[in-house]
């Protein structure tokens, strides 16, 4: 096993209404703040609610809502002018991965002198961030706690990972209250995500009994096949066992690495704009097949996700959790081919070559390479 170091930061805040104490919260890092918000976040009133609380602190801010679709490094580049000229000390980003990743990417970059596309392609800015507070309105944020900013390089279409600096964010509030609606499709799709994600960072070469533990216990609390899609659980109880999920992922990935699926499925929606959710869904029971070479691992995932003993072989344990996972996509009705999500092989093949540059790919316990992620592919289009 790897020597650990870690630290527990930032400060993580997870429940019901728990947005009230932004302000208490927000008052020691700055007095003047850039409030970024998803458009997403407008059906539970998040830019009324948050104003008020900041507002009744006596904390100074601009909002910034006007997000596209898709959110490329001219976005970023907009943001950051508009947050500069404001002279801004502090950065609040409210909603899903697009609008924490921009947050991320400004807050990192806003005293930097360089050309923004020379940190897009490699350079490591060391100016000093503005402290950043993410409030995740969506279930998972992949590189909520990993220190990376996720962005779409407007000149290629490319994804792209800049890394920011340890210690960005300060404060993170999980605030059920600001969870969107969901209806049973999204909800199954968004869990297979979450578990692909603790799958990767489970078979990572970067694990320590840390992120197993956090990536065990996301087993555990997805073990019943029904249990986030019963129709009898209180919608109430399925947002926090998600929420938690979803928060535990994120952070297993920190003190481990995401996986191939991560990487193809960034790489793949920043491109072609497919979904990340829907594809690392329908790749999901595939990366487990191949799980075999991590007999004691594959064994105890499929334990504790309650589809074997342990009287079986690795073999035949990756194969009934495949199938357990087949039986979920095919009871929620979603897509279990790629070609169903309307994108050609060889547009994959594309996204393969980009997923293979990302500096998390070397640490999936299985070497991967293009032939062998393209393989992958193959076998699930």
């Known amino acids: 096993m790897n020597d650990l170091s870690f630290k527990v930061a930032p400060h993580i805040l997870l429940g019901n209404q728990t947005s009230s104490r932004l302000g208490a919260l927000a008052s020691p890092l700055a007095t003047r703040f850039l409030l970024i918000l998803d458009p997403a976040t407008n059906e539970v009133k998040a830019k009324e609610k948050l104003s008020q609380v900041l507002s009744d ?54 005293n930097e002198d360089k050309p923004i596309y020379d940190i897009v392609d490699g350079d490591v800015s060391h100016a000093e961030p503005l402290p950043l507070i993410c409030i995740p309105t969506a279930i998972r944020d992949t590189f909520l706690f990993y220190e990376r900013c996720a962005i779409i390089d407007a ?3 490319q994804f792209r990972l800049i890394k920011v600096q340890e210690g960005l964010t300060k404060e993170i509030i999980f605030d059920t209250a600001f969870g969107a609606t969901l209806t049973k499709n999204q909800i199954s799709s968004i869990s297979l995500n979450v578990l692909s994600l603790a799958f990767e960072t489970y078979f990572s070469t970067r694990s320590s009994f840390l992120s197993d533990a956090i990536a065990e216990k996301i087993f555990e609390l997805m073990a019943p096949a029904d249990n986030l899609t019963d129709p009898l659980a209180s919608p109430e109880t399925v947002d926090e066992t998600l929420l938690q999920c979803g928060c535990m992922s994120a952070l297993a990935a920190s003190f481990s690495a995401p996986g191939p699926i991560t990487a193809l499925t960034f790489a793949t929606h920043a491109r072609y704009k497919v979904s990340r959710t829907l594809l690392s869904t329908i790749l999901l029971p595939y990366l487990i097949e ?67 540059q990302l500096d998390f790919m070397p640490f999936y316990a299985k070497p991967v390479t293009a032939d062998s992620l393209f393989n992958l592919v193959k076998q699930a289009y």
């Open 290 to 356: 191949e799980a075999v070479f991590s007999s004691d691992r594959i064994l105890k995932a499929a334990k504790l996700l309650g589809v074997c003993n342990e009287n079986v072989s690795p073999e035949e344990a990756a194969d009934l959790l495949a199938e357990n996972i087949r039986g979920r996509i095919a009871r929620a009705g979603l897509p279990a081919r790629i070609k169903e999500l309307s994108i050609s092989i060889e547009q994959v093949a594309a996204a393969v070559n980009d997923a293979m």
């Open 57 to 110: 602190s006596n904390l100074d801010f601009i909002i910034y809502e006007d997000m596209p679709n898709n959110t490329d490094t001219e976005t970023l580049i907009q943001v950051l002018k508009l947050a500069q000229s404001a002279h801004v000390q502090g950065i609040i980003a409210c909603g899903g991965e697009k609008a924490l990743n921009l947050g991320r990417g400004v807050a990192s970059l806003f």
């Open 155 to 157: 000149r290629s279409n």
